[in-house]
């Protein structure tokens, strides 16, 4: 217990002491997974609203491959990315290999079908009088979506909650398409990855304070974001 303790406090301290080291990798952590929501988010509610509100052939494959893809290991999704943005892949010569680019790159089609398939789960448990209606009364097809984002915004926050916690707790993806390199592409769980392999759990325990602290803050702000629902 003497062990914990003493890394503990050693952990705190660098938290608290402004660790250039530390929170370079926290903040790179968290803008890469910024990027990567924020691509899902945009990218995600138009194709929950097609899977929603229209019928088209092939329609349920496309839903049983993003079901399937929800459960995808990480490491599947970097060493595919891998082989297309490599020197030698499709992609190569964009150089997006080893750069928070391409960690934002995989985190975004890593949690793509969990905005999708959360949204999907949102909009089709909503009555569909609300589009109807907003369109019967001259809404715009844009229009009528942000009626139904609005009713159904509760869940969204809760998708969006998930994607992000996900996406910055994953290590696959970061550490075969970013390749842990100090100050520029390490993230959180790849460095305490690494921490862990040198016997050196003080970095690696703070690291991971720091990433509960960040779990507790995403549920924190999802309760008190539902609990404004329970007082309406």
Not at 55 to 63: A, P, V, Y
Not at 80 to 96: A, N
């Amino acid at each position: 217990m003497s062990v914990f303790w003493e890394s503990f406090l050693a952990a705190m301290n660098l938290i608290f002491s402004g660790d250039q080291e530390v929170w370079k990798i926290v903040f790179v952590s968290l803008g890469c997974t910024f990027w990567a929501s924020l691509g899902a988010c945009l990218l995600g509610l138009p194709i929950s609203f097609a899977l929603a509100y229209r019928e088209f052939s092939g329609k349920r494959i496309l839903i049983l491959i993003f079901n399937t893809l929800q459960s995808v290991p990480t490491v599947v999704v970097g060493l595919f990315l891998y082989v297309f943005i490599s020197r030698r892949g499709i992609f190569g010569p964009l150089d997006l290999l080893y750069t928070p680019k391409a960690i934002s790159l995989g985190q975004f089609f890593l949690i793509l079908p969990l905005v999708v398939m959360f949204t999907l789960a949102a909009i089709s448990r909503l009555d569909r009088r609300y589009h109807q209606t907003a369109l019967t009364l001259g809404a715009s097809g844009w229009q009528a979506a942000l009626v139904v984002l609005r009713e159904s915004r509760f869940a969204l926050v809760a998708a969006v909650c998930a994607a992000f916690g996900r996406g910055v707790a994953e290590v696959g993806v970061s550490m075969m398409l970013g390749g842990n390199i100090k100050g520029f592409s390490r993230t959180m769980t790849t460095a305490m990855a690494l921490e862990y392999d040198k016997g050196e759990f003080v970095m690696a325990v703070a690291l991971g304070l720091i990433l509960l602290l960040v779990s507790l803050i995403l549920n924190f702000s999802l309760s008190q974001f539902q609990s404004h629902r329970g007082e309406q």
